[in-house]
């Protein structure tokens, strides 16, 4: 073997090991390691990516499509951890823990919280203090009613959520009464639609009267900047007929951290009183049922 011939075995050889070493190296580049905010860490090879998802090869050969507004971090083989980028959280049910007034059983999570003005006039804050307990404050510019809020949620399973809380305050800052409400849910389905079911109970001890509070809410988000939200209470005072009240409205991203909610509500419920008679000539306790529809419903929220 003269030395032309090893020159060209020298060559190729080089030449095979650079081929090797980039496969090896696109090999590891597209094997990522992704963690999700429910703690679950998913390894395996990109299939495929969008703006809104990323689908994956798992190494047990389970192919999944991984919401990004779930993924607290994502790396490739090798790599240090990445930060889920912009678009993972561009989303418009961002904060997916209330509707409009309703909360849903998914958690604040530790650091995170809201700012909720309602009819701006009605304020609800709230704020993570672990990944699973939040509390908050509801109120209005002249802490009339002033109430503190509380929530502990818990996943039973990727899509079903429960939680327990309550409000406790005072109707004005003065008042020896106390007024509040404890409740529990259930949410069923992800951040970018779901489906809560919510049973309150309502007390004002300046008044002996009790009152069971029911709600249903359901939220889907139709784009990035855009979701539909619907909210229906039922209320059952003692003392009078039931009240009904709820409708559609859509929240709107209109800036990073700055949600805006419009919408259209109805409300229904019975006022009691004397009404003359002019046939009997008489006083007589009548109650009548009243309707006023469509209200509308303004909310802004900034996320924290």
């Not at 909360?103 to 604040?108: L, R, Y």
């Not at 509390?135 to 399973?157: E, F, V």
């Not at 709107?252 to 004397?274: A, E, H, R, W």
Request: hydrophobic share 40%; proline share 4%; net charge neutral.
């Amino acid at each position: 073997m003269n030395w032309k011939c090893l020159f060209f075995l020298g060559m190729f050889w080089a030449q095979g090991a650079v081929f090797a070493q980039s496969a090896d190296v696109d090999s590891l580049k597209s094997k990522v390691e992704i963690k999700t905010s429910d703690g679950n860490i998913h390894r395996g090879t990109v299939k495929k990516e969008d703006p809104s998802s990323i689908t994956i090869l798992r190494e047990d050969g389970l192919e999944i499509e991984i919401p990004k507004y779930v993924i607290v971090y994502k790396k490739n083989a090798g790599e240090k951890k990445e930060k889920a980028t912009e678009s993972a959280t561009d989303r418009a049910t961002e904060h997916a823990s209330r509707y409009l007034y309703s909360p849903s059983a998914f958690p604040i999570k530790k650091g995170e919280g809201y700012i909720n003005l309602m009819y701006f006039s009605v304020i609800q804050a709230q704020y993570g203090l672990t990944d699973d307990f939040s509390i908050g404050i509801t109120s209005t510019p002249i802490l009339m009613p002033t109430l503190l809020n509380a929530k502990y949620s818990a996943k039973i399973d990727d899509k079903l959520h429960v939680s327990v809380g309550g409000q406790i305050g005072k109707l004005w800052f003065v008042d020896e009464e106390t007024l509040g409400i404890g409740f529990a849910n259930v949410t069923y389905g992800d951040k970018k639609e779901n489906i809560s079911v919510n049973a309150g109970y309502g007390f004002y001890t300046g008044l002996d009267e009790k009152l069971p509070i029911f709600s249903a809410c359901y939220a889907r988000e139709t784009s990035s900047k855009v979701a539909f939200i619907a909210e229906f209470w039922a209320m059952f005072p003692q003392s009078e007929g039931p009240v009904f009240a709820g409708g559609p409205a859509m929240r709107i991203k209109v800036g990073k951290n700055l949600f805006f909610d419009v919408g259209v509500l109805g409300l229904s419920f019975t006022s009691s009183g004397q009404y003359y008679n002019a046939d009997l000539g008489t006083y007589e306790f009548r109650r009548n049922r009243e309707t006023y529809t469509p209200l509308p419903f303004l909310g802004l929220n900034w996320g924290l």
